[in-house]
């Protein structure tokens, strides 16, 4: 008989969304400059690209909205993108080929191992998590992607004085990752109160976003320093 197998509970659903020409053409054209093979060794940042700099992580950049214009407002900082989907990798792909921005680069893998396998003790300057899914269903909550054991892996990927952001429309989300967060002494909340910040200059408003508010959700920025 064999032992069951052990299933990593994932914070997405896979869906298979359709690719446009374009997205495919730059998937095509734009992956072998843009793009971090999957791989079992710690990235070399400096050899990726081209040049030392402060890096911020990006988990779940859809279709990359924020990523391009935040690296194309921060261009002393490099930034990488980490997405499981592939229309999304495509839009960013050609948004990045569009606007010229060489400070970018992008994985299209799950966050969880990628960041186990391939990003080295304190190498990051930030992390940045914006608009997760925020699996309302009490049954779905194990599924979010802030729970204790990420928190850790996060501390462990960031530099001293690091900065973690999150942003969300959902309320009951964001006092989830307020409980999640005071739990973890490695990191101490920005906000004066305890709770939410106002949202940073380098956090540009998306479509996403607008619509939420169009619904009457109001956003919340969490902000926390890696102690």
């Known amino acids: 008989m064999t032992e069951p197998t052990h299933r990593n509970i994932r914070s997405f659903v896979l869906r298979k969304g359709r690719l446009t020409t374009a997205q495919q053409h730059a998937l095509d054209e734009l992956w072998p400059h843009y793009g971090i093979e999957p ?51 495509g839009q960013l792909l050609m948004a990045l080929d569009e606007h010229s921005i060489e400070n970018v680069r992008i994985a299209c893998e799950d966050a969880v191992p990628f960041l186990q396998k391939r990003i080295a003790t304190g190498s990051l300057a930030g992390v940045r998590i914006y608009f997760a899914d925020p699996w309302p269903k009490k049954r779905h909550h194990k599924r979010r ?9 996060l501390a462990r990927c ?10 969300t429309d959902w309320q009951p989300y ?29 956090r540009p408003y998306t479509k996403y976003e607008k619509r939420g508010q169009r ?10 320093r890696r102690s």
């Open 174 to 202: 964001a006092e989830h990752v307020l409980e999640v967060m005071r739990s973890n002494t490695e990191f101490s909340n920005l906000s004066a109160s305890g709770d939410y910040c106002e949202r940073p200059d380098w």
């Open 39 to 89: 791989g079992e060794t710690v990235l070399d940042f400096d050899d990726h690209f081209g040049r030392s700099a402060d890096v911020i992580v990006e988990i779940g950049f859809g279709n990359g909205e924020s990523t391009w214009q935040m690296a194309r407002a921060e261009p002393e900082k490099n930034f990488v993108g980490i997405e499981v989907h592939l229309p999304g990798v």
């Open 145 to 153: 992607i802030i729970q204790p054991e990420f928190v850790e892996e």
């Open 215 to 224: 619904l009457g959700h109001e956003v919340r920025d969490l902000l926390y």
């Open 158 to 167: 960031l530099a001293k004085d690091g900065i973690l952001h999150l942003a």
